[in-house]
T-cell receptor
Framework: EPEVTQTPSHQVTQMGQEVILRCVPISNHLYFYWYRQILGQKVEFLVSFYNNEISEKSEIFDDQFSVERPDGSNFTLKIRSTKLEDSAMYFCASKREGTTGELFFGEGSRLTVL | KQEVTQIPAALSVPEGENLVLNCSFTDSAIYNLQWFRQDPGKGLTSLLL?????REQTSGRLNASLDKSSGRSTLYIAASQPGDSATYLCAVMDSSYKLIFGSGTRLLVRP
């Protein structure tokens, strides 16, 4: 069964360092998302991506964040200069259709900023 | 702004009980609603998807209903088992095709 895969599963980094989280969405999907979940809190929307551009971004998704789909298969989230409060589980998701499609989530990448 | 609320926040039941988890949302203009299961420290497993035109969906011992006009959904779990212990998340798809999540209900099924 096709699935969304994310790497790394866990990354530990020092404050101020750049981090890139990688995702391979399901191959025929058209909509891509990043969400995050701080420990003990809600799953929060970060950004959606469709037709090679950002569709929507939340208030959390400031200038320190960026997304790319560099090669038609990978979908990356970059955090330029990590802060302690960026420590969270980051989930990638993808969806095939617009209004009726089900979102499929990856297993997540746990980011720990020291 | 869409808000999703789940009640109760936590639930502990003996094995074998039938139980109902509740989800409410403030804006009825949704495309669909998904229920997820999340085990501690793990990802999100999709359980059921209900389109906005549907009233319910069933999968095994799980049944989810949707009343869009009143902004409510319920997840019914029949004959609960210890393996059902997890956090259950409700999420609605808004007009811009993103999911908005509730805080979840943490379920413990005692043997």
């Amino acid at each position: 069964e096709p699935e969304v895969t994310q790497t790394p599963s866990h990354q530990v980094t020092q404050m101020g360092q750049e981090v890139i989280l990688r995702c391979v969405p399901i191959s025929n999907h058209l909509y891509f998302y990043w969400y995050r979940q701080i420990l003990g809190q809600k799953v929060e929307f970060l950004v959606s991506f469709y037709n090679n551009e950002i569709s929507e971004k939340s208030e959390i998704f400031d200038d320190q964040f960026s997304v790319e789909r560099p090669d038609g298969s990978n979908f990356t989230l970059k955090i330029r200069s990590t802060k302690l409060e960026d420590s969270a589980m980051y989930f990638c998701a993808s969806k095939r259709e617009g209004t009726t499609g089900e979102l499929f989530f990856g297993e997540g990448s746990r980011l720990t900023v020291l | 702004k869409q808000e999703v609320t789940q009640i109760p926040a936590a639930l502990s039941v003996p094995e074998g009980e039938n139980l109902v988890l509740n989800c409410s949302f403030t804006d009825s203009a949704i495309y669909n609603l998904q229920w997820f299961r999340q085990d501690p420290g793990k990802g999100l497993t999709s359980l059921l998807l209900i389109q906005s035109s549907q009233r319910e969906q069933t999968s095994g011992r799980l049944n989810a209903s949707l009343d869009k006009s009143s902004g409510r959904s319920t997840l019914y779990i029949a004959a609960s088992q210890p393996g059902d212990s997890a956090t259950y998340l409700c999420a609605v798809m808004d007009s811009s095709y993103k999911l908005i999540f509730g805080s979840g209900t943490r379920l413990l099924v005692r043997p």
